[in-house]
């Protein structure tokens, strides 16, 4: 095995005796010298955002949200989602699962306005934590990252476990916020990786996250390696047991480069 094949390896499963499952050309975005989580990681610098920026969405963009109904998204199974809608936004209901789209999407630009809850309850990542997984595996972190210490891979805005934001770019709870998010999804030959997946996200108007290439997908734990997937796929939002709320959200797909 070449010397950047093995490091290669040790970047995307975090153990060095492991075979590479797929080899990711190096490049000096797509690795990550951090292990996952790790604390001592410098926290970012507080961007002193204002607020959410609001965008209407294009007319070629799909309306995955536009206050009134679910009716572009799923619940668990296929089941009929069970967030409730009111008042122009929809919210989490803790315990009922993650939503995703009925619509599967690869390379996208996204919108998204959230909102964490107003009563800020619990802390580190059990504060306010949902994510929007593109693809249903490549996670954007929400969080109220507003006076929240966590982990910098953590915090809102993060790619999930692999990079922090650029900026802390959070808002006091219960102010709406917004993410806009462009994607670019892995290509794959046969089962392996030719291109990472990329993500840029611009945070409250603030670049948080500029065209990094990630290393796999979302993992808990430790760093998972790239596995084979379709090259459309719904989004998900999270549950994770906390009442977020979302309005405005559309989607567009991007030609291919
Ligand atoms: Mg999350």
Not at 37 to 45: C, S
Not at 120 to 142: D, F, H, K, P, T
């Amino acid at each position: 095995m070449k010397a950047w094949m093995r490091g290669i390896a040790l970047i995307v499963t975090g153990c060095s005796s492991a075979p590479p499952p797929s080899v990711v050309a190096p490049t000096a975005s797509s690795t990550v010298t951090w292990t996952q989580h790790d604390v001592t990681r410098p926290q970012p610098p507080i961007a002193r955002a204002t607020g959410a920026v609001i965008v209407p969405p294009p007319a070629d963009a799909t309306i995955l949200f536009d206050g009134r109904s679910l009716d572009a998204w799923t619940g668990v199974n296929g089941a009929a989602p069970r967030w409730t809608v009111a008042s122009g936004y929809m919210e989490v209901v803790p315990g009922s699962g993650d939503i995703r789209t009925k619509a599967a999407f690869g390379d996208a630009q996204m919108h998204v306005e959230f909102a964490t809850p107003s009563r800020a309850e619990g802390e580190g990542q059990n504060r306010s934590n949902s994510g929007v997984l593109l693809m249903g595996r490549y996670e954007v972190q929400i969080l109220d990252s507003y006076g929240n210490i966590t982990y910098p891979d953590g915090q809102a805005g993060a790619i999930y476990g692999q990079y922090p934001p650029l900026a802390n770019a959070s808002m006091p709870p219960g102010e709406w916020q917004s993410f806009d998010i462009i994607f670019r999804r892995p290509r794959f030959e046969g089962s392996r990786v030719v291109r990472p997946a990329r993500l840029t996200v611009i945070y409250n108007g603030v670049v948080v996250q500029d065209s990094r290439e990630l290393v796999g997908p979302t993992s808990h734990g430790r760093r998972a390696p790239y596995a084979f997937h379709e090259d459309r796929l719904p989004i998900s939002l999270q549950d994770y047991g906390q009442p977020v709320r979302f309005r405005n959200i559309w989607v567009r797909e991007l030609s291919a480069e």
